[in-house]
């Protein structure tokens, strides 16, 4: 089983298929293999480095998941690139919680980034004035303080029908589910985030922000993204908050934008470019729902 020993802890791994490495940031519940399980035809073309945050998977246990230590860890892992995967510099994708790791990860080493995308990060902080982002982490606040956590499974069940997940959960839940509904009970709130949109701003990385429209919240937060990062914007329904189960038509998104990343950039440049590239937005048709 494959490991990485990072900032003192193990960091389960896979990585499969040949080309360029793109690496993969899981974010709560749900391990790596379980959320990036539908990119796996990417391999053909990507070598997929996928990892286990502490706490998920085979990787070391933790107390609590905190957003921070994790893209610690990241940026940790990003350091040794050429070591490990034979790059300077590669690509980083994080979803949910993970997206939140990978914008902290990204704004601390810059430099070691190929590109960042994030698919529904919940960057509360970035848009916490509006009412729709408010009302959401009052919901999500007073869950963590008044839900049931002595019962981690009805914790976890009560959680994704506010994240708007379209995950639908086995009962009794098999023993990844089990960890996870555990490790959320444990997790430190992401609305306590403090994303820095202006180092992120200056970083000479194209972006990629995705939306599953189906909160107004999540949608408010990537809308901010996009134009604080000068990032491409992409909205793919059908699955929820689990952009990722959608499929083909994420991979297909994900790859365009992958492909065309540039192997370099200098900073500022790239993001006037793409603030004015009409065609930098797309919007997906609606997938069935998993």
Not at 178 to 187: K, R, S, W
Not at 188 to 195: K, L, N, T
Not at 212 to 230: I, S
Request: proline residues 9%; contains cysteine.
């Amino acid at each position: 089983m494959p490991m990485l020993r990072v900032n003192g802890l193990n960091l389960h791994y896979e990585q499969e298929g040949k080309g360029p490495p793109v690496l993969f940031v899981h974010g709560s519940v749900l391990n790596g293999a379980m959320t990036w399980s539908a990119q796996q035809p990417l391999a053909e073309r990507w070598s997929l480095i996928v990892i286990d945050r502490p706490g998920f998977g085979a990787s070391s246990p933790v107390d609590r998941v905190d957003f921070a230590a994790d893209a610690e860890s990241v940026a940790a892992l990003l350091d040794r690139s050429e070591e490990l995967w034979g790059v300077d510099r590669v690509h980083l994708v994080g979803h949910s919680d993970g997206g939140v790791v990978s914008l902290l990860a990204a704004a601390a080493r810059p430099e070691a980034l190929a590109s960042l995308t994030v698919i529904e990060p919940p960057a509360f902080g970035v848009a916490a004035d509006h009412p729709a982002v408010r009302g959401l982490v009052t919901r999500l606040k007073d869950h963590w303080r008044h839900g049931p956590r002595g019962d981690p499974g009805l914790f976890l069940r009560a959680f994704l029908e506010l994240a708007g997940s379209e995950v639908a959960l086995p009962d009794p839940l098999p023993p990844p589910l089990e960890q996870g509904a555990a490790m959320l009970v444990a997790e430190r709130g992401p609305w306590e985030a403090r994303i820095p949109l202006q180092r992120l701003a200056r970083a000479p990385f194209p972006g990629l922000v995705v939306s599953g429209a189906h909160n107004a919240a999540f949608d408010l937060v990537c809308d901010v993204l996009e134009r604080a990062l000068g990032a491409e914007r992409a909205v793919i329904p059908g699955a929820g908050h689990s952009v990722p189960r959608v499929g083909d038509a994420f991979n297909r998104r994900l790859e365009h934008f992958l492909a065309g990343a540039p192997s370099a950039a200098k900073p500022g440049v790239l993001r006037e470019e793409r603030r004015n590239d009409p065609a930098r937005r797309t919007e997906s048709p609606e997938q069935g729902r998993f």
